[in-house]
């Protein structure tokens, strides 16, 4: 059961322009949601998280939005740069535990 | 490097095998947890461990498949009988209890 899903499996953006990679989850007991970054022949590394008690979270450049009643997470990132070329996984969890990861989303960010 | 730490890399083995992964958490991290990631999906959760204890086991671990933790620092994750199907990238994370878990870059598993 596919309780996470990144329906785009690539986005291309152009360097200084924003990316924004979106997430829909199912379950309404999921509390906690995460996005990780991985490149290739590397396991996946934490980028930015958000409990479900807040609706935005920055850092840097890069922030994430929670819209709990659409079950919808988006990660911004901007200005988008070369180096961010990666695939992206959105994950949640309904304890800090047990996380459900979406399929990815291949980012590939044009000089 | 104090990072998540898989060995070996990479396995190959023939159907029917048994193979045997190990995982070195982030040292101070009391939670363990393994997953499995094929190709064009996202990571699956198999397990997880609190110090030594199992705690979590998902529905996708066959009775094949055995994870232990005996001393609460590294894991192994044993596959007997190895089938076509158990190809796949298995990935180890830790955690602080409550904390963001921290990948290793995981160990892929050829079956011929």
């Known amino acids: 059961d596919q309780q996470v899903k990144q329906n785009s499996p690539s986005l291309s953006v152009q360097e200084g322009r924003i990316s924004i990679l979106n997430c829909d989850y199912t379950n309404s007991m999921f509390d906690y949601f995460l996005w990780y970054k991985k490149y290739p022949a590397e396991g996946p590394t934490f980028l930015i998280s958000?409990?479900?008690?807040?609706d935005k979270n920055e850092d840097g450049r890069f922030t994430v939005f929670l819209n709990k009643s659409a079950k919808h997470l988006s990660l911004h990132i901007v200005p988008s740069q070369p180096g961010d070329s990666a695939v992206y996984f959105c994950a949640a969890s309904a304890r800090v535990n047990d996380m459900r990861f979406g399929a990815g989303t291949r980012l590939t960010v044009k000089p | 490097d104090t990072g998540v730490s898989q060995d070996p890399r990479h396995k190959i083995t023939k159907r029917g095998q048994n193979v045997t992964f190990r995982c070195d958490p982030i040292?101070?991290?009391?939670?363990l947890y393994w997953y499995r990631q094929t190709l064009g999906q996202g990571p699956e959760f198999l397990t997880y461990?609190?110090?030594?204890?199992?705690?979590?086991k998902s529905r996708l671990l066959s009775d094949r498949f055995s994870a232990e933790r005996p001393k609460g620092s590294f894991s192994t994750l044993e596959i007997q009988r190895t089938e076509q199907g158990d190809s796949a990238m298995y990935l180890c994370?830790?955690?602080?209890?409550?904390?963001?878990?921290?990948f290793g870059d995981g160990t892929r598993l050829s079956i011929l």
């Open positions: 040292s101070e991290h009391n939670r």
């Open positions: 994370a830790s955690s602080l209890t409550g904390g963001d878990q921290h």
């Open positions: 958000i409990s479900s008690i807040k």
């Open positions: 461990f609190q110090n030594e204890a199992q705690l979590e």
